[in-house]
T-cell receptor, first 112, second 116 residues
């Protein structure tokens, strides 16, 4: 079945460092891909999305490119801030599907 | 646009008691989800509705959990009787249905349940 695999955390970075959180997926066809962010005590918020191969989703300085050849959707940010400390979830919806499949999440700590 | 509303935000109960959570999805969203998120883990889908019909409840512990979505809008999730391992955040989400299936899910703030 469809699945999402994320790099294990926690990831600890200093402020202004470069961030990469790896995400790979297994799915037939052409799923839509998402990154969600969860701040402490909050629900999940959609951060960015891409619905077809080679699409780049971006928001708040974060970017991710839908790579079908490597079945990946890695999250990147050029310069992280303390306020980016949160848990990040990669997710997919299979084309014509009805269920969002989530990865296990990657916790990010950013130190001042 | 109003988001997904959930209540209560927090609930503490003793084991073997019952509890109910309420969710009001974004207006016009046909699909409604209940997820269970145990501390340190990703969300696990418990049940998914499309309008007032159940699409997927394969991971719902039906001996103690129940959910309904009367009239295809609001939904309630009930646990009776609760166990210690039910301590988690219960997230409600909703999404639009298009010709290509569901769009991205929008989440409420969740209800944090502690069973003591």
């Amino acid at each position: 079945g469809d699945s999402v695999t994320q790099m294990e955390g926690p990831v600890t970075l200093s402020e202004e460092a470069f961030l990469t959180i790896n995400c790979t997926y297994t799915a037939t066809g052409y799923p839509s891909l998402f990154w969600y962010v969860q701040y402490p005590g909050e629900g999940l918020q959609l951060l960015l999305k891409a619905t077809k191969a080679d699409d780049k989703g971006s928001n708040k300085g974060f970017e991710a490119t839908y790579r079908k050849e490597t079945t990946s959707f890695h999250l990147e940010k050029g310069s992280v801030q303390v306020s980016d400390s949160a848990v990040y979830f990669c997710a997919l919806i299979h084309t014509g599907g009805f269920k969002t499949i989530f990865g296990a999440g990657t916790r990010l700590f950013v130190k001042a | 646009e109003a988001g997904v509303a959930q209540s209560p935000r927090y609930k503490i109960i003793e084991k073997r008691q019952s509890v109910a959570f309420w969710c009001n999805p974004i207006s016009g969203h046909a699909t409604l989800y209940w997820y269970q998120q145990i501390l340190g883990q990703g969300p696990k889908l418990l049940i998914q509705f499309q309008n007032n019909g159940v699409v997927d409840d394969s991971q719902l512990p039906k001996d103690r959990f129940s959910a309904e979505r009367l009239k295809g809008v609001d939904s309630t999730l009930k646990i009776q009787p609760a166990k210690l391992e039910d301590s988690a955040v219960y997230l409600c989400a909703s999404s639009l249905v298009t010709g290509r299936g569901n769009t991205e899910a929008f989440f409420g703030q969740g209800t944090r349940l502690t069973v003591v």
